[in-house]
C-alpha cells in the first residue's frame, strides 16, 4: 500500500480528487454502509465469531464488531489528517473502499476545504445510527467504540508518528467532547477507560485494554 504520510498499514489512507468516480477496485463508501450490504456483513462477522461454547454469538456482538471496524478506519482517518493539516471530507458518497481477503479495509477519501464536524455529518454517524437501529446495540457501546477508535489513532502513532502524536491528541480529544461517547467526559491517554464494552468478549477473544468490564 502506497503510504505517502508513514501512518503504518492500520492508520494509512488514500487520496483523490473531489467528486471523482471511482475506479476498480475501488467502489463506494455507500455500497457497504447501506441497509442490506451492512446486514450481509454483519451476517458474515457472525459466521467468524463464536461463543466459548461453540454456540454462534448474539447478532449484537456481530453489529458491534462491524461497527467498530468500520468507524475505527474512518475516524483514524480524521484524526491523522488533522494532525497532518489537512481536512477530510466524511461524507459517506464521498468515501472510496476496497479491501482483499485476509488484507485491511482500505479507505480513499478526499480533502475538504472545510473542516466539519466528522461526528454529526457524515459516514460514522450514519453507520453508527444504522446499526443501532437494525440490531438495537446500545447508543452507548456504539459510540464508546467510536471513543476507543479516536483514543486507539494516537496509541498506534505513538510507534508509526510520534511527532503527530501531540495534534493527534487535539483532535481526538475534540471528538471525545461529543456527549454521545459517554458524556464527553474522557480524553485520550494511557489512563483512557470507557464507560461501555464494544461485546467481543462474549466470542471468548477476551476484554479489550480499555473496557469498562476490567477490574
Same mark, same amino acid.
Given at each position: 500500500m502506497n503510504d505517502p504520510?508513514?501512518?503504518?498499514?492500520? =492508520?494509512a489512507f488514500d487520496e483523490h480528487a473531489a467528486s471523482a468516480a471511482p475506479r476498480a477496485p475501488w467502489q463506494p463508501l455507500t455500497v457497504r454502509t447501506d441497509e442490506s450490504a451492512l446486514r450481509a456483513r454483519v451476517e458474515a462477522v457472525r459466521a467468524q465469531l463464536h461463543s466459548p461454547d461453540g454456540r454462534s454469538v448474539d447478532l449484537r456482538v456481530a453489529a458491534s464488531t462491524e461497527q467498530f471496524g468500520l468507524v475505527a478506519r474512518l475516524v483514524s482517518a480524521h484524526v491523522c489528517a488533522r494532525? #497532518?493539516?489537512?481536512? #477530510?471530507?466524511l461524507a459517506g458518497?464521498?468515501?472510496w473502499w476496497q479491501q482483499r481477503p485476509g488484507q485491511l479495509l482500505r479507505l480513499s477519501l478526499a480533502r475538504s476545504p472545510?473542516? @466539519?464536524n466528522p461526528l454529526q455529518h457524515g459516514a460514522i454517524a450514519q453507520v453508527t445510527d444504522t446499526i443501532q437501529r437494525l440490531y438495537g446495540v446500545s447508543a452507548q457501546v456504539l459510540w464508546g467504540n467510536v471513543g476507543s477508535a479516536a483514543n486507539s489513532t494516537v496509541t498506534l502513532l @505513538?510507534?508509526?508518528r510520534p511527532d503527530l502524536v501531540e495534534r493527534a491528541q487535539k483532535a481526538a480529544d475534540e471528538l471525545l467532547h461529543d456527549p454521545r461517547i459517554d458524556g464527553g467526559?474522557? @480524553?485520550?491517554?494511557?489512563?483512557? @477507560?470507557?464507560?461501555?464494552?464494544? =461485546?467481543?468478549y462474549r466470542a471468548g477473544i477476551g476484554m479489550c485494554g480499555d473496557c469498562v468490564l476490567h477490574p
Open positions: 504520510h508513514r501512518l503504518g498499514g492500520a =492508520l494532525a #497532518l493539516g489537512l481536512s #477530510l471530507d458518497d464521498e468515501i472545510h473542516q @466539519r @505513538r510507534a508509526t467526559a474522557l @480524553r485520550t491517554g494511557t489512563n483512557f @477507560r470507557r464507560h461501555s464494552c464494544c =461485546l467481543i
